[in-house]
C-alpha cells in the first residue's frame, strides 16, 4: 500500500511514477481528494471531541459549585448536541475511510529508479547471461515428449483425477521432483535462509498483506463456505496460496520487531495454486503452466536501508542454485509494463529450455520496499522509532520447471534424461 502522506504532499511525483504503470491520474485525484477529505473531518471530529471534554469539566465545576439549575441544564443540553454531532462525524469518518482504504488496495507499488519503462515483456532488459546452452547434434525433444517416454509424468491421470492444467508424477519423476525440493531447502538454509513449514491454505487478511487481495482474487482458489467468525476471532474466507511468500511473510503480521532482529530470512517448499486466469491457450501441454504446482520460496524482511543488497543476495542465491544444476539462465530486468503489483524493483531468472528454444522464467525475486509492510502492519524499532520494515520475495525456484530444465537440457539422442550430479546423493 503506498504512503498517503507521500500522495498528498508529493502528488506529481507519485502521479508520474505510477503513469508507467498505467495508472490514470484520475484514480490518483479521488484518492488524494478522499485523503484530504479524511484528514478534514478527522480534525473537525479532534476539535469536537476537545469542545466535549472542556464542556464536560466545566459540568463538572457548576455541580461541585451548586450552579443553578438553568446554568446545569444549558450545560447538559450543550454536552448532549455536541455528543450527537461526534457520533455522526465519526461515522462519517468510518465511511471515508473504508472508502479511502478500498481506493488504496487498488494502487500497485511504487516503482524502483532502477526499474525501466516499458510497454510489456518486450521492454525487458537482459542483465547477464550464466552458463552457454549446450550443443546438440540432434533435434531436442520438449519436456513432454521426454515425460512421457520416460513415464515421468502421467497428463491423463492428472485430467481425469482433477481436470486439465493437472498431471500426476511418477516413478522418476516423482523421486527427482522430490530430490529437487531436498535440495534446493539445502541450498538456501546453508545460506542463511531459516527452513519453515507453513499452511497451504491462509485467511483473506494474509492475502490482502502481500497484494493478492483485491487485485488477484480471480486467479486465486477461493474456498467455498470457509466464512469462520468465531468467538475469538475475526470473520475471514479462506484461500489456498499461490505462493508461500503469503504465509511467510505474513507471518511477521501486526508485529514491532526490534531492529537487532534484521534480517530475518526464510525458506519453504509448498504446494502452490492458481486458477491461470487469462492464459488460456498458453502453455496447455506439458507442466510449464499448472493450476497446482510446487515451489521452493525464498522470503527476507529487512532494515530500509538493507534491502538493495538483500535482493541481490537473493538473486545471486537462485543464480547460483541453476549454476549448480548446470542449467544455462539469464537474469532479466523487469520493465515497468511487466512488474508485478506490489514490487518496486524485480530481476527473473530465466531457464535456457532446448526443447522450446527459447529462456523461460523460473524464479522471479522482488523488492517490495514498504508496500507489504504497510498492508501487513510489519515494523521494526529504530531510536525508539517504528519503521515499517521492507520485504522480499523469489522464488528458489518453481520445482516443475527446473524439472522440465533438466529433461530438456540433459536428454539425450536416445530420449533418456541424465541427472546433475548434486542431485545424485538424494536419489540413492
Same mark, same amino acid.
Given at each position: 500500500?503506498?504512503?498517503?502522506?507521500?500522495?498528498?504532499?508529493?502528488?506529481?511525483?507519485?502521479?508520474?511514477?505510477?503513469?508507467?504503470?498505467?495508472?490514470?491520474?484520475?484514480?490518483?485525484?479521488?484518492?488524494?481528494?478522499?485523503?484530504?477529505?479524511?484528514?478534514?473531518?478527522?480534525?473537525?471530529?479532534?476539535?469536537?471531541?476537545?469542545?466535549?471534554?472542556?464542556?464536560?469539566? %466545566?459540568?463538572?465545576?457548576?455541580?461541585?459549585?451548586?450552579? +443553578?439549575?438553568?446554568?446545569?441544564?444549558?450545560?447538559?443540553?450543550?454536552?448532549?448536541?455536541?455528543?450527537? %454531532?461526534?457520533? @455522526?462525524?465519526?461515522?462519517?469518518?468510518?465511511?471515508?475511510?473504508? &472508502?479511502?482504504?478500498?481506493?488504496? =488496495?487498488?494502487?500497485?507499488?511504487?516503482?524502483? %529508479?532502477?526499474?525501466?519503462?516499458?510497454?510489456? &515483456?518486450?521492454?525487458?532488459?537482459?542483465?547477464?547471461?550464466?552458463?552457454?546452452?549446450? !550443443?546438440?547434434?540432434?533435434?531436442?525433444?520438449?519436456?513432454?515428449?521426454?515425460?512421457?517416454?520416460?513415464?515421468?509424468?502421467?497428463? %491423463?491421470?492428472?485430467?481425469?483425477?482433477?481436470?486439465?492444467?493437472?498431471? $500426476?508424477?511418477?516413478?522418476?519423476?516423482?523421486?527427482?521432483?522430490?530430490?529437487?525440493?531436498?535440495?534446493?531447502?539445502?541450498?538456501?538454509?546453508?545460506?542463511?535462509?531459516?527452513?519453515?513449514?507453513?499452511?497451504?491454505?491462509?485467511? +483473506?487478511?494474509?492475502?490482502?498483506?502481500?497484494?493478492?487481495?483485491?487485485?488477484?482474487?480471480? +486467479?486465486?482458489?477461493?474456498?467455498?463456505?470457509?466464512?469462520?467468525?468465531? &468467538?475469538?476471532?475475526?470473520?475471514?474466507?479462506?484461500?489456498?496460496?499461490? !505462493?508461500?511468500?503469503?504465509?511467510?511473510?505474513?507471518?511477521?503480521?501486526?508485529?514491532?520487531?526490534?531492529? @537487532?532482529?534484521?534480517?530475518?530470512?526464510?525458506?519453504?517448499?509448498?504446494?502452490?495454486?492458481?486458477?491461470?486466469?487469462?492464459?488460456?491457450?498458453?502453455?496447455?501441454?506439458?507442466?510449464?503452466?499448472?493450476?497446482?504446482?510446487?515451489?521452493?520460496?525464498?522470503?527476507?524482511?529487512?532494515?530500509?536501508?538493507?534491502?538493495?543488497?538483500?535482493?541481490?543476495?537473493?538473486?545471486?542465491?537462485?543464480?547460483? =542454485?541453476?549454476?549448480?544444476?548446470?542449467?544455462?539462465?539469464?537474469?532479466?530486468?523487469?520493465?515497468?509494463?511487466?512488474?508485478?503489483?506490489?514490487?518496486?524493483?524485480?530481476?527473473?531468472?530465466?531457464?535456457?529450455?532446448?526443447?522450446?528454444?527459447?529462456?523461460?522464467?523460473?524464479?522471479?525475486?522482488?523488492?517490495?520496499?514498504?508496500?507489504?509492510?504497510?498492508?501487513?502492519?510489519?515494523?521494526?524499532?529504530?531510536?525508539?522509532?517504528?519503521?515499517?520494515?521492507?520485504?522480499?520475495?523469489?522464488?528458489?525456484?518453481? $520445482?516443475?520447471?527446473?524439472?522440465?530444465?533438466?529433461? &530438456?537440457?540433459?536428454?539425450?539422442?536416445?530420449?533418456?534424461?541424465?541427472?546433475?550430479? $548434486?542431485?545424485?546423493?538424494?536419489?540413492?
Amino acid at each position: 500500500m503506498i504512503d498517503v502522506k507521500m500522495l498528498i504532499n508529493n502528488f506529481e511525483f507519485v502521479a508520474n511514477n505510477l503513469s508507467s504503470r498505467g495508472i490514470d491520474n484520475a484514480l490518483l485525484e479521488m484518492l488524494k481528494e478522499n485523503a484530504n477529505n479524511f484528514k478534514q473531518q478527522k480534525t473537525s471530529t479532534e476539535n469536537m471531541q476537545a469542545e466535549q471534554n472542556k464542556l464536560s469539566k %466545566e459540568y463538572g465545576y457548576l455541580m461541585k459549585s451548586k450552579a +443553578d439549575s438553568k446554568a446545569l441544564q444549558e450545560n447538559k443540553d450543550k454536552l448532549d448536541d455536541i455528543k450527537k %454531532e461526534i457520533q @455522526k462525524a465519526t461515522q462519517n469518518i468510518n465511511k471515508i475511510e473504508k &472508502e479511502l482504504h478500498t481506493l488504496l =488496495l487498488q494502487i500497485p507499488n511504487l516503482l524502483h %529508479e532502477k526499474t525501466p519503462f516499458g510497454k510489456d &515483456e518486450n521492454d525487458n532488459v537482459e542483465i547477464k547471461k550464466v552458463l552457454n546452452p549446450k !550443443t546438440f547434434d540432434f533435434k531436442p525433444k520438449e519436456h513432454w515428449e521426454l515425460a512421457e517416454q520416460n513415464k515421468w509424468i502421467d497428463f %491423463e491421470a492428472g485430467v481425469k483425477l482433477s481436470k486439465s492444467r493437472f498431471s $500426476v508424477l511418477r516413478g522418476q519423476g516423482a523421486r527427482i521432483n522430490q530430490a529437487l525440493i531436498s535440495y534446493m531447502l539445502d541450498f538456501n538454509y546453508k545460506n542463511g535462509f531459516e527452513i519453515c513449514s507453513v499452511p497451504v491454505i491462509v485467511n +483473506d487478511r494474509a492475502m490482502i498483506g502481500t497484494g493478492q487481495l483485491p487485485k488477484f482474487a480471480d +486467479d486465486m482458489f477461493k474456498i467455498e463456505n470457509s466464512y469462520y467468525d468465531d &468467538e475469538n476471532e475475526k470473520g475471514h474466507e479462506l484461500y489456498l496460496i499461490s !505462493t508461500s511468500e503469503i504465509a511467510l511473510t505474513n507471518l511477521y503480521q501486526d508485529t514491532i520487531l526490534q531492529d @537487532k532482529e534484521l534480517p530475518i530470512m526464510l525458506t519453504a517448499y509448498t504446494p502452490c495454486f492458481r486458477k491461470e486466469a487469462g492464459s488460456a491457450g498458453r502453455d496447455t501441454r506439458g507442466i510449464i503452466r499448472q493450476h497446482q504446482f510446487d515451489k521452493v520460496e525464498l522470503v527476507a524482511i529487512t532494515k530500509v536501508e538493507d534491502s538493495n543488497a538483500m535482493q541481490q543476495k537473493m538473486i545471486d542465491n537462485a543464480s547460483k =542454485l541453476l549454476e549448480s544444476l548446470e542449467l544455462p539462465h539469464r537474469l532479466v530486468q523487469l520493465c515497468s509494463g511487466d512488474i508485478g503489483f506490489s514490487a518496486c524493483n524485480t530481476v527473473d531468472l530465466e531457464v535456457w529450455l532446448p526443447g522450446q528454444n527459447c529462456y523461460r522464467e523460473i524464479s522471479s525475486v522482488s523488492n517490495c520496499w514498504d508496500f507489504q509492510a504497510r498492508r501487513a502492519k510489519i515494523r521494526y524499532k529504530n531510536n525508539g522509532k517504528n519503521i515499517l520494515a521492507h520485504t522480499l520475495n523469489g522464488s528458489s525456484l518453481a $520445482v516443475g520447471r527446473t524439472l522440465v530444465a533438466i529433461m &530438456e537440457n540433459f536428454q539425450k539422442s536416445d530420449g533418456s534424461i541424465e541427472i546433475p550430479k $548434486v542431485l545424485h546423493k538424494y536419489l540413492q
